[in-house]
Nanobody, 124 residues
Framework: QVQLVESGGGLAQAGGSLRLSCAAS????????MGWFRQAPGKEREFVAV????????YNADSLKGRFTISRDNVKNTVYLQMNSLKPDDTAVYYC?????????????????WGQGTQVTVSS
């Protein structure tokens, strides 16, 4: 059974930081790209960042560059999302996802496995 389990969400003040973690089962982790998406109430799921299986290549949503950083530890089977300079607009449920490498990494449909999500709330 493939499982992705997010953690690290919570309440933060504007300007603060949070680090999300996503623990993945071993069989998929080394072969798949890992992505982060988020979904705010009433909005569509939005691409945040993706990292290749090796960790050598990352892409961020243009609007989040400079504030959010994705990384992975293949020994711990964990992917991280460091979020700095948080804004109230960052409030959303954050999901990690795993899928085969693809040029369509910003599309949620490209990912085969999803975590349950972790809530991030940023107060002004």
């Amino acid at each position: 059974q493939v499982q992705l389990v997010e953690s690290g969400g919570g309440l933060a003040q504007a300007g603060g930081s949070l680090r999300l973690s996503c623990a993945a089962s071993g069989r998929i982790f080394m072969r798949y790209a890992m992505g982060w998406f988020r979904q705010a109430p009433g909005k569509e799921r939005e691409f945040v960042a993706v990292i290749s299986w090796s960790g050598a290549t990352t892409y961020n949503a243009d609007s989040l560059k400079g504030r959010f950083t994705i990384s992975r530890d293949n020994v711990k089977n964990t992917v991280y999302l460091q979020m700095n300079s948080l804004k109230p607009d960052d409030t959303a449920v954050y999901y990690c996802a795993a899928g085969p490498p693809t040029d369509r990494f910003a599309s949620a449909g490209s990912y085969a496995y999803w975590g349950q999500g972790t809530q991030v709330t940023v107060s002004s």
